[in-house]
């Protein structure tokens, strides 16, 4: 089992980008989803997290109308508009999967996609 997250680059603030994290492999559920992300010298925080139902929360730094979380099944996406310098971070996606019927759920995380917001 394994996340791909893409989506990552440079962009210029005020503007866009879409990251997208795939699972891959055989599992039987993937529970609930999300995006973290950790900027230079900083600790790992939560953007944002969807259960497999379609109920979104975000972390208390971020407000919902700038960044959207998005799901379609094993795929989870973000939408990130009016970006700012401030949101220059690796974001990594996590999922919690059940990989058989009869297992619990684990935490699996994608290998991080460098988002740069400069001019």
């Known amino acids: 089992v394994q996340l791909q997250a893409s989506g990552g680059g440079l962009v210029q603030p005020g503007g866009s980008l879409r990251l997208s994290c795939v699972v891959s492999g055989s599992i039987f559920r993937a529970n609930i989803m999300g995006w973290y992300r950790q900027a230079p010298g900083k600790q790992r925080e939560v953007v944002a997290t969807?259960?497999?139902?379609?109920?979104k929360n975000y972390g208390v730094s971020f407000v919902e109308d700038r960044f959207t979380i998005s799901r379609d099944k094993n795929t989870v996406y973000l939408q990130m508009n009016s970006l700012e310098p401030e949101d220059t971070a690796v974001y990594y996606c996590?999922?919690?999967?059940?990989?058989?019927?009869?297992?619990?759920?684990?935490?699996?995380w994608g290998q991080g996609t460098l988002v740069t917001v400069s001019s």
């Open positions: 969807i259960t497999d139902d379609g109920s």
């Open positions: 996590n999922a919690a999967i059940e990989q058989f019927p009869w297992s619990y759920e684990s935490p699996y």
